[in-house]
């Protein structure tokens, strides 16, 4: 069963907007935090932005502060990254993982997603 399931990821222009969505197990959706990271080729996986599920507090990377907005819909076990004002350095990897608390360290996070591949132009 899977267990996160991301989508929305392609190719896009600097300057331009991207929804990533991220579908969670019914086991899953009970982690407390849900969060977004990146790997871009060469380099470590970082938190892009988290939330914690039950109170909706929300945290970001300084590199996304202001363009990148984190958000839920309980109803559908769904977690959503608006990723707006987009540059190249944005290109990576984005994978969806769930864990106990919003660690920005990805070894604290329990589940993760296959990933989607997100590609700015400049």
């Known amino acids: 069963q899977v267990q996160l399931a991301e989508s929305g990821g392609g190719s896009v222009q600097a300057g331009g907007s991207l929804r990533l969505s991220c579908a969670a197990s019914?086991?899953?959706?009970?982690?407390?935090?849900m969060g977004w990271f990146r790997q871009a080729p060469g380099k470590e996986r970082e938190r892009v932005a988290a939330?914690?599920?039950?109170?909706?507090?929300?945290y970001y990377g300084d590199y996304v502060k202001g363009r990148f907005t984190i958000s839920q819909d309980y109803t559908k076990r769904t977690v959503y990254l608006q990723m707006n004002s987009l540059k190249s350095e944005d290109t990576a990897t984005y994978y969806c993982?769930?864990?106990?608390?919003?660690?920005?360290?990805?070894?604290?996070?329990?589940?993760w997603g296959k990933g989607t591949l997100v590609t700015v132009s400049s």
């Open positions: 993982a769930a864990g106990r608390y919003c660690s920005s360290e990805p070894v604290a996070m329990d589940s």
């Open positions: 939330i914690y599920i039950g109170d909706g507090s929300t």
């Open positions: 019914v086991y899953t959706w009970r982690s407390k935090c």
